[in-house]
């Protein structure tokens, strides 16, 4: 009788030997099995979207018991589906899995394969752990897995489209399509709305989300429920930041392995200095965009609690809707009449005007500022801490603030302290006439820093003297800072034709600030942005009022800038527009967000500096 160390012996052979065969099995069959892999990816990402298509259902229908039971079988195929990705590559391709996967990964693919529990395991009658078996046998557990992984993929799907080198601008372009698109469609769900609204409408209000413009057709606080209020708090979160953004940080935090060409391309989207610091970067921008509304929100709240007869809930609903709407510079807001609610003005409240208007700064300052500001200050504090312990540290750097960083703070503060004076001398006695000395000044900030791209009014634009009008169009025109969730044709731009105009007329061979030469691409760029903001801005204004002869030229005027250069302030006339004009300042809303010239850009395609001719220089006469 054999001993129980040769049972031991002879399992570990056949063991060794099962393994070798099926090494071989896999050597062989590398091609199949990689096609079965692609197939596998293809079939999941169709069930991700299935997935959250199930989701949106569910939460946006009222639906029967057949139609719930049957949107229950599709989530179960995506289940199985899902359940034979992870395990199919866990046993064909284990060694890649291991290398490619990150833990955060690992966490939802070992979520996945705890759903297939209930299946192969029946409800136990007596469990070890009673808390643990109410989480696993729950479908809240089953249905926060699948969307976790649904999640991931479609994020992984996204990223590996942009590896494929596709033109920047016109993903980047697409993109916000197919988001306002998605979002048209969910604004459309039964449960997202009171009484319904026209797809016109709903596209409208997904174009002005997606693009943070902030004109709306319909009033928000009447005609969505606080299902359509999330949706399109969704809608601007996505918009602000940047469709890629979002689907990039996912891809790479949750596979760890895009393609360099994507990263290369998100770190010019971010503004990172180098690859090394790409998702430091992108985490940065995230953590300060979520602190910045988590705080924003609060001092909202403290601003306004007990003052417009709200509940607590619906206090802290208001507030972290407000703070997501100011730093994406949206305009957007459930209160009936907006910021200029006579609640507000009424109270005597000042302190949520200051806060706003703080939170808007924050947000159109820009992301390349943000992070530069991020270096400065983690330069110091490395100095200091060195100098307190006595150690050798780098040389300092005499420029901690880039050249960028300095324009762009000069020139927006300049054109936010010169906005808020000339808004007080002009309406000193028209819109602020019957207000204190301080409520002046503060209506004053606030409504030099929300033309700039936020869309909000504390006092009707409408009744704004027709030279108020002109300085708040300009302003409109201007816009925030670059690579920022501001509008118009940006600081940068602004800053740059002014210098480009100095050099002309003292004579300078060079476009020189701060003790910097300004290279001749920035220039030609930015006159060409001037250049095409001006025709478009012409072009939609001429066909609104072809569009809209019975409503004042005054008004069409101010709202094709408005929607150009996503901005969001209107004179009253969005409500009476036609679907036609609707949908031309949709298409207003999407160049003025995209930018003409990267939609120009990915269209035409560059040229290549090789097939150029070299041409005799020649003056043409401009006087």
């Known amino acids: 009788m054999p001993s129980f160390s040769d049972i031991l ?5 056949r063991s060794r030997s099962g393994l070798r065969r099926f090494e071989r099995f896999t050597h062989r069959s590398a091609a199949s099995l990689r096609l079965i892999a692609s197939i596998l990816t293809v079939t999941a990402f169709v069930a991700s979207a299935a997935c959250f298509a199930g989701f949106i259902i569910y939460m946006g229908f009222d639906l029967s018991q057949a139609d719930t039971a049957s949107l229950r079988r599709m989530l ?23 290398r490619q996967t990150t833990w955060v990964k690992w966490i939802v693919d070992c979520m996945i394969l705890l759903t297939l529990l209930p299946w192969i395991y029946p409800h136990p009658e007596h469990p070890w752990l009673p808390w643990l078996e109410r989480m696993l046998y729950s479908e809240a557990f089953l249905y926060s897995s699948l969307g976790a992984y649904a999640l991931v993929t479609l994020c992984y799907g996204i990223i590996r489209a942009v590896g494929k080198r596709t033109n920047p601008s016109l993903l980047l372009s697409t993109s916000f399509l197919i988001f306002i698109f998605i979002g048209s469609l969910l604004l459309m769900l039964p449960k997202s709305t009171y009484a319904g609204i026209s797809y016109t409408d709903a596209l409208f209000v997904s174009t002005s989300a997606v693009c943070i413009t902030g004109l709306t057709p319909v009033d928000v606080y009447t005609n969505f429920t606080p299902m359509g209020v999330t949706i399109l708090a969704a809608l601007i979160q996505i918009g602000g930041l940047g469709v890629m953004t979002f689907t990039s940080f996912f891809a790479i935090f ?50 306004v609690t007990g003052t417009l007869g709200m509940t607590l809930e619906e206090e802290m609903a208001f507030a972290a809707f407000h703070s997501l709407s ?24 000042n302190s949520i005007y200051w806060v706003t208007t703080a939170i808007v700064v924050a947000g159109s300052i820009g992301f390349p500022i943000l992070v530069n500001l991020r270096d400065a200050v983690v330069c110091r504090i490395s100095e200091l801490r060195a100098r307190m312990r006595h150690r050798e540290h780098e040389p300092h750097n005499v420029h901690p603030f880039n050249m960028n960083t300095k324009i762009v703070i000069t020139t927006f503060m300049a054109l936010l302290i010169a906005g808020a004076a000339a808004f007080l001398w002009l309406e000193w006695d028209n819109t602020l ?15 030099s820093a929300t033309p700039r791209s936020a ?43 002014l210098l ?6 003292t004579g300078r061979p060079y476009v020189t600030a701060f003790q910097r030469t300004i290279s001749v691409n920035s220039i030609r760029r930015a006159n060409a942005v001037i250049a095409l903001s001006i025709i478009s801005y012409l072009i939609f204004s001429l066909l609104l009022l072809g569009l809209e002869p019975q409503l004042s030229t005054r008004s069409l005027l101010f709202e094709s800038c408005s929607a150009l250069f996503t901005v969001g302030s209107s004179l009253g006339a969005t409500p009476l527009l036609s679907d036609a004009s609707k949908i031309l300042l949709c298409a207003a809303m999407f160049l003025g967000r995209v930018g003409i010239i ?26």
């Open 254 to 303: 949750f596979s760890g392995n895009a393609s360099i060409y994507s990263q290369m391309l998100l770190r010019d989207m971010i503004y990172s200095r180098s690859m090394s610091a790409l998702v430091p970067t992108l985490f940065y921008i995230l953590g300060f965009t979520l602190t910045v509304e988590a705080i924003g929100a609060v001092a909202i709240w403290l601003s």
């Open 9 to 13: 012996r002879s399992l570990s052979r």
């Open 598 to 623: 990267s939609l120009l850009t990915g269209i035409a395609g560059r040229q290549k500096a090789a097939i150029q001719p070299r041409y005799p220089s020649d003056n043409i006469i401009i006087n």
């Open 76 to 98: 179960r195929a995506a289940q199985a589906v899902f359940i034979l990705r992870v395990a199919y590559g866990l046993i064909f391709f284990f060694r890649p899995t291991c």
């Open 326 to 349: 100011s730093f994406c510079n949206a305009g957007f807001s459930t209160l009936p009449q907006g910021m200029s609610n006579p609640m507000l003005l009424a109270a005597g409240n």
């Open 455 to 497: 869309g909000f009014s504390s006092v009707n634009p409408a009744s704004f003297r027709d030279i108020t009008l002109v300085a708040v169009i300009f302003l409109m025109w201007v816009g925030g800072a670059a690579q920022s969730t501001g509008g118009g044709v940006k600081v940068n731009t602004l800053a740059a034709i």
């Open 500 to 505: 480009n105009l100095r050099a002309i007329v």
């Open 433 to 447: 006439a019957g207000m204190t000395l301080w409520q002046k000044i503060t209506q004053a900030a606030f409504n």
